[in-house]
């Protein structure tokens, strides 16, 4: 079956721009998480959503980000005035409600010169 | 202390080796637990979780051992195509997984 899809799989922006990744998780999946993931470093936790609930915000590092979820499927990472130290790797998850496995897209490479 | 530490590697072995890696983690409330694997500008991918009595899958053995908090992964007959890092994650019966920096393994021919 199709896997979690993630969108632009590249971006490159200037300094200051704002930028918007998409991703698509698994049909089914009720949550779905936000990653980044910097050269040689671990998954960066960023946001996690889990049905109708309120997110859990916790993990991103500055009120430039932001995340929604239409409809309980597609989600999009909004990050604005980018920065250089915003460049990395995002990646988005899903699994579904009664598994704690997540199942990870190809990710969104961003780089912000 | 992080919460998953991983050794980094690289860990450099010949084709046919054995190789064991192993993972702590400091929540004495992890429930649950996974190894992951991430080829080079890929996503991470699972490839087993370990469950409490240990789990096997054809080369790849996974063991956890509660006492000394740690996970481990042993692979038999090391291939080309096991290069790779791979990652341990950790749950506390929540909703999130806590992932280590990932160790680096090369098999060299």
């Known amino acids: 079956g199709a896997g979690v899809s993630q969108s632009p799989s590249n971006k490159v922006t200037e300094k200051g721009k704002d930028v918007e990744l998409r991703c698509d998780p698994i049909?089914?999946?009720?949550?779905l998480y936000w990653y980044r993931q910097s050269l040689g470093q671990g998954l960066e936790f960023l946001i996690y959503f889990q049905g109708n609930s309120a997110p859990d915000k916790s993990g991103l590092p500055s009120d430039r980000f932001s995340a929604e979820r239409t409809g309980g499927s597609v989600s999009t990472l909004t990050i604005q005035r980018t920065q250089q130290e915003d460049s990395a790797v995002y990646l988005c998850?899903?699994?579904?409600?009664?598994?704690?496995?997540?199942?990870f897209g190809p990710g969104t490479r961003l780089l912000v010169l | 202390r992080k919460e998953v530490e991983q050794d980094p590697g690289p860990f450099n072995v010949p084709e046919g080796a054995t190789v064991a890696f192993n993972c702590t983690y400091s929540n004495s409330a992890s429930q649950s637990f996974f190894w992951y694997r991430q080829d080079c500008r890929k996503e991470p991918k699972l490839l087993m979780s370990v469950y409490s009595s240990g789990n096997e899958d054809g080369r790849f053995t996974a063991q956890l051992n509660r006492a000394s908090q740690y996970i481990s992964l042993l692979i038999r007959d090391s291939k080309l195509s096991d290069s790779a890092t791979y990652l341990c994650g950790s749950g506390a019966g929540s909703y999130q997984l806590t992932f280590g920096k990932g160790t680096k393994l090369s098999v060299i021919p």
């Open positions: 998850a899903s699994r579904p409600r009664s598994q704690e496995t997540q199942y």
């Open positions: 049909s089914g999946h009720t949550a």
